[in-house]
């Protein structure tokens, strides 16, 4: 679980998830920090994982693989 980037609330019920919802809102409405800290992790993630060049590495690492695999 990612807890870099974002906030966890666990899935258990509707009303725990409404209430740790509220409570993580809370959170984060009291601390500019943390506010900050999370955005500042979310964007690294996205730039390390998410962008076009690191899927299309991704995707030539795995094709590399497969190749030599079948030889």
Do not use: C, Y
Request: aromatic share 6%.
């Amino acid at each position: 679980a990612d807890t870099e980037s974002a906030v966890m609330v666990q899935p258990v019920s509707q009303t725990q998830m409404i209430n740790d919802f509220s409570v993580a809102l809370q959170g984060l409405a009291t601390s500019p920090e943390r506010r900050i800290e999370l955005g500042r992790q979310a964007r690294r993630r996205i730039e390390e994982h998410f962008r076009w060049q690191h899927k299309a590495d991704f995707m030539a690492g795995l094709l590399d693989e497969l190749e030599q695999n079948s030889s």
